[in-house]
């Protein structure tokens, strides 16, 4: 446990960061290494763990404070255990940081420990969907399936057989917590920790519902119709709020975040918000100039190249690219010309191309000239 990074260096945070940041930071970084996009790379598994731990803390007020104040030892009861006795970690055992706070500060207005019947929000989890090059330049609506875990339709949440009821813990009065004396590194304190008997659940279960086992939810396939927005790109991702796990005690549920994978178009290639494609022209289209037929997301497009086109020119289709998200406006599409060489030609083709070569000058290859000029410079011909 000694060599377990920093939970704000995980998220490439600052300490004092807003909760909007670190928000944002998770999302980013879940993303980066999502086990989805990375199958069999356990190195991205174990950032994506790591990610998760560090968000798990520092999302909670209650968890973030004591990380800020104790590190690692604030929040892991297990960090430094083997140092033992007052010479190792004063955390190490089965003390309960919230329960020592809540002994020193209790009767003062200090913090307390998380209510067993408070609404806890749901998390949030991810799917994916893949979409065609054109969706993501047009815009489309997808549906999206996901499993997530949902509140009980049997128990309405209870956890009890329908029916029935639960019960108030007799052992802690419902509270969920019961008080007992500890020794600990400071001395002789009284302190609080979750109710054996309850769980820390404040209600006791005679007849768990049997759809849900007692649990109160179960986990169920859905889908979803999610509007895609013109213009997004390759992994970005889209939040679907209150689609995420249920939560508990009556708490909200949490977000579905929707990863988007485009697939590759076999004749554009995509560039900011513009689009690139190569267009094959024959050895006479070159030299003569033509009209040729241009693909674009838009449809066929006529285009007038200019007589002595060279390989690898490229013209500028302007605003024929993708929109831009969230603005006005497109990027342009850009047509880089591949001049094709004939092959397999006959005698009679041959005999017409060396009547040409006969007849052919240096304004006819103005590289070529350039070429050889340089050429004699460089020998001092």
Same mark, same amino acid.
Request: glycine share 12%.
């Given at each position: 446990?000694?060599?377990?990074?920093?939970?704000?260096?995980?998220?490439?945070?600052?300490?004092?960061?807003?909760?909007?940041?670190?928000?944002?930071?998770?999302?980013?970084?879940?993303?980066?290494?999502?086990?989805?996009?990375?199958?069999?790379?356990?190195?991205?598994?174990?950032?994506?763990?790591?990610?998760?731990?560090?968000?798990?803390?520092?999302?909670?007020?209650?968890?973030?404070?004591?990380?800020?104040?104790?590190?690692?030892?604030?929040?892991?009861?297990?960090?430094?255990? &083997?140092?033992? %006795?007052?010479?190792?970690?004063?955390?190490?055992?089965?003390?309960?940081?919230?329960?020592?706070?809540?002994? @020193?500060?209790?009767? @003062?207005?200090?913090?307390?420990?998380?209510?067993?019947?408070?609404?806890?929000? %749901?998390?949030?989890?991810?799917?994916?969907?893949?979409?065609?090059?054109?969706? *993501?330049?047009?815009?489309?609506?997808?549906?999206?399936?996901?499993?997530?875990?949902?509140?009980?339709? *049997?128990?309405?949440?209870?956890?009890?057989?329908?029916?029935?009821?639960?019960?108030?813990?007799?052992?802690?009065?419902?509270?969920?917590?019961?008080?007992?004396?500890?020794?600990?590194?400071?001395?002789?304190?009284?302190?609080?920790?979750? !109710?054996? *008997?309850?769980?820390?659940?404040?209600?006791?279960?005679?007849?768990?519902?049997?759809? !849900?086992?007692?649990? &109160?939810?179960?986990?169920?396939?859905?889908?979803?119709?999610?509007?895609?927005?013109?213009?997004?790109?390759?992994?970005?991702?889209?939040?679907?709020?209150?689609? &995420?796990?249920?939560?508990?005690?009556?708490?909200?549920?949490?977000?579905?975040?929707?990863?988007?994978?485009?697939?590759?178009?076999?004749?554009?290639?995509?560039?900011?918000?513009?689009?690139?494609?190569?267009?094959?022209?024959?050895?006479?289209?070159?030299?003569?100039?033509?009209?040729?037929?241009?693909?674009?997301?838009?449809?066929?497009?006529?285009?007038?190249?200019?007589?002595?086109?060279?390989?690898?020119?490229?013209?500028?289709?302007?605003?024929?690219?993708?929109?831009?998200?969230? %603005?006005?406006?497109?990027?342009?599409?850009?047509?880089?010309?591949?001049?094709?060489?004939?092959?397999?030609?006959?005698?009679?083709?041959?005999?017409?191309?060396?009547?040409?070569?006969?007849?052919?000058?240096?304004?006819?290859?103005?590289?070529?000239?350039?070429?050889?000029?340089?050429?004699?410079?460089? @020998?001092?011909?």
């Amino acid at each position: 446990m000694a060599d377990k990074r920093d939970y704000y260096e995980v998220l490439g945070l600052n300490k004092g960061a807003s909760d909007d940041e670190i928000k944002k930071a998770y999302r980013q970084s879940a993303k980066k290494y999502h086990p989805d996009l990375h199958p069999g790379d356990k190195d991205c598994e174990e950032k994506f763990k790591e990610v998760n731990e560090a968000y798990e803390v520092l999302s909670d007020k209650e968890k973030r404070a004591r990380y800020d104040q104790f590190g690692h030892a604030g929040v892991d009861p297990n960090y430094g255990a &083997g140092a033992g %006795g007052y010479g190792g970690n004063p955390f190490s055992g089965n003390i309960d940081l919230d329960d020592i706070f809540s002994s @020193f500060f209790g009767g @003062f207005g200090g913090r307390r420990g998380r209510s067993a019947n408070q609404p806890q929000r %749901g998390s949030d989890i991810n799917a994916s969907v893949t979409i065609s090059f054109e969706e *993501a330049a047009k815009g489309c609506k997808k549906t999206v399936s996901y499993n997530s875990v949902d509140t009980c339709d *049997a128990c309405h949440g209870t956890g009890a057989e329908p029916g029935t009821q639960a019960k108030t813990c007799s052992a802690c009065s419902g509270t969920g917590r019961v008080t007992v004396n500890q020794r600990t590194p400071f001395g002789a304190v009284q302190t609080q920790r979750s !109710c054996d *008997a309850c769980h820390g659940t404040g209600k006791i279960i005679d007849q768990p519902c049997r759809r !849900c086992n007692g649990s &109160g939810r179960n986990r169920k396939n859905h889908t979803v119709d999610v509007t895609i927005p013109a213009g997004i790109k390759d992994q970005m991702m889209l939040n679907v709020s209150g689609h &995420g796990n249920a939560g508990y005690n009556g708490g909200p549920k949490g977000d579905l975040h929707v990863t988007v994978n485009v697939r590759r178009h076999n004749l554009f290639e995509r560039r900011g918000d513009d689009v690139w494609c190569d267009l094959p022209v024959t050895f006479s289209q070159a030299i003569l100039g033509s009209e040729v037929v241009v693909p674009t997301l838009d449809g066929k497009v006529n285009y007038s190249i200019h007589e002595g086109t060279q390989p690898n020119d490229v013209f500028r289709l302007k605003g024929r690219g993708i929109p831009h998200l969230g %603005g006005r406006g497109r990027g342009d599409q850009y047509c880089r010309v591949v001049v094709e060489i004939p092959k397999n030609l006959n005698q009679k083709q041959k005999e017409l191309v060396r009547q040409f070569e006969s007849t052919a000058n240096e304004k006819n290859y103005a590289k070529r000239k350039s070429f050889f000029d340089k050429l004699k410079e460089f @020998f001092n011909e």
